[in-house]
Nanobody, 120 residues
Framework: QVQLVESGGGRVQAGGSLRLSCAASGSIFKINDMGWYRQAPGKQRELVATITSHGTPNYADSVKDRFFISRDNAKNTVYLQMNSLSPEDTAVYLC??????????????WGQGTQVTVSS
């Protein structure tokens, strides 16, 4: 089992910044892609950004040039730097990790989520 714990959410005014962190722990063999998703009330979960184990990022169009994803493989931790936040970014942000075990079996793990609220 792998556990993901997010931190860094909170309330911020429009134009502000927040940095989210997500640390993976437990029986880790190999973590492939890690990423952040978000879900606003009444809306479907959507991809925010992902990053490969080699550090290649991928962003949703809505956050490009404002959000930046990074990871520390030694710490099994992924970060999301969020700048120029707007009320439309208000959501629960969830961390995701694609874990691969010794036999090559892959499984997606999710964190509990951290609330980000942006006020106008």
């Amino acid at each position: 089992q792998v556990q993901l714990v997010e931190s860094g959410g909170g309330r911020v005014q429009a134009g502000g910044s927040l940095r989210l962190s997500c640390a993976a722990s437990g029986s880790i063999f190999k973590i492939n892609d890690m990423g952040w998703y978000r879900q606003a009330p009444g809306k479907q979960r959507e991809l925010v950004a992902t990053i490969t184990s080699h550090g290649t990022p991928n962003y949703a169009d809505s956050v490009k040039d404002r959000f930046f994803i990074s990871r520390d493989n030694a710490k099994n931790t992924v970060y999301l730097q969020m700048n120029s936040l707007s009320p439309e970014d208000t959501a629960v942000y969830l961390c995701n990790a694609d874990h691969e075990n010794w036999s090559g079996y892959e499984y997606d793990y999710w964190g509990q989520g951290t609330q980000v609220t942006v006020s106008s």
